[in-house]
């Protein structure tokens, strides 16, 4: 028992979205990785977009890329104020930024509250500056809101969750106005789907992928993981 102990305490401190700073573009670039098709800008045009940090972005992204509606994730940061921040800024707490991702949806498919809905339901809103192994505010909960009906919608949820008393912890996320969104390097998109060997995706993020899927099998994409 304690041998099992020490062993899942290794792997959950050894291996962080941080931890790979170093080696993620290595790992993108393996001869193995598998050729993803992606829409176009033009295609992108026609659908709305919103936007959230809930820890490690290649976590979040793996997550809604599967949502029914969602039409294409990017990795990247927000919620800072530096200029065009990098991964190893932003992965070291360098800026102000966090991890965050860019949602491309159909708003015929899926709203903006159940994108909300997903938001909360697949990572730990009451954990300050923390998701998992990933520790600093690079990986706060952040729900940002483009318009007040946004907004609305969030923090309206939020009091759902409090008077549904979903969680024994107060509610730390962020309800942020958006500002500004920065793309994330090129090897950090669909990293889940292109680095399935990677400690961090076989430990971290196929087990919160799973985790959110058996809560809410109706909202996922025929065929994903």
């Known amino acids: 028992m304690i041998k099992s102990i020490l062993l899942t305490l290794t792997i959950l401190f050894s291996t962080s979205c941080e931890s790979n700073v170093k080696k993620s573009k290595q790992a993108h670039d393996a001869p193995n990785a598998q050729t993803i098709s992606k829409p176009t800008p033009d295609d992108l045009q026609k659908y709305e ?36 921040p990098t991964y190893e800024q932003v992965g070291r707490g360098l800026t102000t930024h966090a991890e ?56 309206n949820y939020i009091e759902q969750l409090k008077k549904d008393k979903v969680y024994n912890l107060p509610i730390v996320t962020q309800v942020e106005k958006f500002r500004k969104f920065y793309d994330a390097e090129d090897y950090h998109q669909d990293y889940e789907k292109l680095n399935p060997n990677n400690p961090y995706i076989i430990n971290i993020s196929i087990p919160r992928y799973k985790r959110f899927k058996a809560k809410y099998p109706e909202l996922m994409k025929k065929g994903g993981h």
């Open 49 to 84: 977009v919103a936007y959230f940090a809930s820890g490690c972005f290649w976590c979040v992204e793996a997550i809604y890329e599967d949502v029914i509606g969602v039409k294409e994730v990017i990795s990247g940061y927000s919620g800072g104020s530096e200029k065009n």
């Open 100 to 155: 965050a991702v860019k949602v491309y949806y159909d708003p015929k498919v899926v709203d903006f509250n159940t994108l909300v809905v997903v938001f909360f339901g697949s990572h730990d809103p009451t954990t300050l500056n923390r998701q998992g192994p990933d520790h600093g505010a690079q990986y706060r909960s952040i729900a940002f809101y483009s318009n007040e009906e946004e907004k609305k919608i969030i923090e």
